[in-house]
């Protein structure tokens, strides 16, 4: 079951956390609390590829992704060190940027596409706190085969969160949060917006959209077919299985995997599946 179980001792924290927002009147009416609460700056560090990467957090799960940056997804890391000056990378799923700040390190050029808009400005302003932002295209969209609007199932509405599914009840087994919702959300294909906008075609493309596999590949054919890598988060579900065979057929191989039950995803059991590098056989 994905999603976070939060422990009896960070039960307690948030108890005194609470405590201490109603004894110094920090509950939003005054401009004391907005001025406390816009004087607050929290951010983490990682280190990697030679540099202290900077994020912002603002909640446990933000800083649980900083924290283990290094060990969750060791093969994407691997696969990033491989990126150089000439790579167009397009990052499916960005999440709040982390990965696609790290891309951007060593990539030309990243074009990070994220549904769900909390995680659209931390994307941004993580992009701007290590000094890439020039190098990071944000899409506030998400992707699908065709230009309209998608109803989508929120799991919570928390910065850094995942397992949202379009047009469906997410089909990966998941814990809801707090404010589960459902909200319209714009859709393009990302292919059309090639086209249309003639821009330089990814060599590299990560896809990591938490069960939406179908409708997003539909929006991205054509950028697959032409691309030299996708890096592809497989939850074993048919339709993930489904896409991997798609992608295989578009002239891929596997040339490299590793399982997904090394998560280290809080309160997260046991899950069944690979992360994924695919690679065009003529290149």
């Known amino acids: 079951m994905h999603g976070y179980a939060p422990s009896v001792p960070r039960r307690l924290v948030r108890l005194a956390a609470r405590a201490v927002v109603r004894a110094l009147g920090l509950t939003g009416a005054s401009t004391w609390s907005n001025e406390i609460t816009q004087a607050l ?38 696969w990033i060190a491989g990126m ?3 790579d167009v990378v397009l990052d499916i799923g960005a999440n709040a940027g982390l990965y696609s700040v790290a891309m951007a390190r060593r990539a030309g050029r990243v074009y990070a596409c994220e549904l769900d808009p909390l995680n659209v400005g931390l994307i941004h302003e993580n992009a701007l706190l290590n000094g890439v932002q020039d190098r990071v295209v944000v899409l ?3 992707c699908a085969a065709t230009d309209g609007v998608v109803e989508v199932h929120f799991r919570d509405l928390s910065p850094g969160d995942a397992l949202q599914s379009m047009g469906r009840p997410q089909p990966i087994p998941t814990r809801l949060g707090s404010r589960p919702h459902i909200s319209p959300v ?19 493309i990560k896809i990591d959209v938490d069960g939406n596999e179908r409708t997003v590949l539909e929006g ?14 497989d ?7 489904q896409l991997f065979a798609d992608l295989l057929a578009l002239g891929f191989d596997e040339v490299e995997r590793a399982s997904l039950g090394l998560s280290t995803s809080p ?13 065009r056989r003529d290149s």
Do not use: H
């Not at 714009?186 to 590299?204: E, V």
């Open 235 to 241: 939850f074993q579900l048919a339709e993930s299985q």
């Open 267 to 279: 309160g997260a059991a046991q899950v069944n599946g690979y992360n994924r590098v695919l690679r």
């Open 140 to 142: 506030p969209v998400a």
């Open 41 to 78: 700056n929290p951010t983490a560090t990682v280190d990697f590829d030679g540099v202290a990467l900077r994020f912002r957090t603002g909640n446990g799960r933000l800083l649980w992704r900083v924290r283990t940056f290094l060990e969750e997804e060791p093969l994407m890391l691997r």
């Open 84 to 86: 150089g000056p000439e």
């Open 220 to 233: 991205i054919r054509e950028l697959c077919a032409s691309a030299r890598e996708i890096y592809y988060e």
């Open 186 to 204: 714009l859709t393009l294909s990302l292919d059309g917006i090639w086209s249309r906008a003639n821009l330089p075609r990814p060599t590299k």
